[in-house]
């Protein structure tokens, strides 16, 4: 049996002052089958108010899949996911997702945020706000599918903070960028962190996950093996598979 090494939600991240009444988030006995195999296996964990929670695990760990049942976008087959009271499909509309690979619209780049604003019932002056805080606004213009992968990246970012959200989901957003781009968009992150925004991250980036994380939390074979604060997990990973993970080994 594997190891499990659960902490409950961490103090406040000084500065932070935490937006939303989602927090803290409850998951027990989290169960996902999908096609007949079983992708999350009884998973528990608990998230606190404010900061980054970056979730590591090898390849088919189950991670994508959980940031998908924490949004509401699937229903698990058993647990519970408690977000202070209320269900995943009812946290959806506070909480935003960015997918790896990041769904654009084949409009403007001005129009992609205007779409999410029209929506939401938004005003369209936050627009050019939103396109300047991610360096965007110069390409206001542009087709959204003539941007490089990191401004795209960095428009996804906008449309997914143009509603506010409380949660931040990121599955991989830095995956198979340059170092600059990677570095606007951790910038980008962090400032929403600092603001409020509960983020939760996904990468298989080691550098990344110790500059952004706040905790982490290991997923291997669909459970949380291990779920510790930044600061204690990189120095001294509790299991085997954790500190093969961190140190570019063979997880088995
Ligand atoms: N629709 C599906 N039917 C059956 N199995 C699926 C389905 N979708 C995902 N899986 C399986 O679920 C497991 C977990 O997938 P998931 O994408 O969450 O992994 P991951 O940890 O995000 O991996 P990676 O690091 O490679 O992105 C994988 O083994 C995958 O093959």
């Given amino acids: 049996m594997r190891e499990a090494i659960i902490h409950g939600p961490e103090a406040l991240i000084e500065g932070a002052t935490p937006a ?10 989290l169960t996902l089958d999908l096609g007949g195999r079983r992708v999350l296996d009884g998973l528990d964990m608990e998230l606190g108010p404010t900061g980054c929670t970056v979730i590591l695990g090898p390849n088919g760990a189950g991670k994508s899949q959980l940031l998908r049942v924490l949004h509401g976008l699937l229903h698990p087959t058993a647990g519970v996911v408690d977000w202070n009271g209320v269900t995943p499909t009812q946290a959806t509309p506070r909480q935003a997702l960015v997918f790896q690979k990041p769904v654009l619209l084949r409009r403007s780049v001005a129009a992609n945020v205007d779409f999410v604003l029209r929506s939401r019932g938004l005003p369209r002056a936050r627009r050019d706000d939103l396109l300047d805080h991610v360096g965007l606004a110069h390409k206001a213009r542009q087709p959204a599918r003539l ?39 951790e910038h980008i992150i962090r400032r929403a962190t600092q603001r409020g925004t509960r983020v939760i991250l996904v990468t298989h980036d080691i550098g990344q996950a110790r500059r952004m994380a706040d905790d982490v939390v290991f997923l291997h074979g669909g459970r949380v093996t291990e779920h510790a604060p930044a600061s204690r997990f990189f120095p001294q990973p509790q299991t085997l598979a954790a500190r093969a993970h961190v140190t570019g080994g063979l997880v088995l």
Avoid: H, K
């Fill in 20 to 29: 939303s009444n989602l927090l803290p988030l409850r998951v027990e006995g």
């Fill in 147 to 185: 941007l490089s992968g990191g401004e795209a990246q960095r428009l996804a970012l906008a449309r997914a903070m143009a509603t506010d959200p409380d949660v931040l989901f990121l599955d991989e957003p830095t995956a198979s960028l340059d170092p600059a781009s990677v570095n606007r968009i």
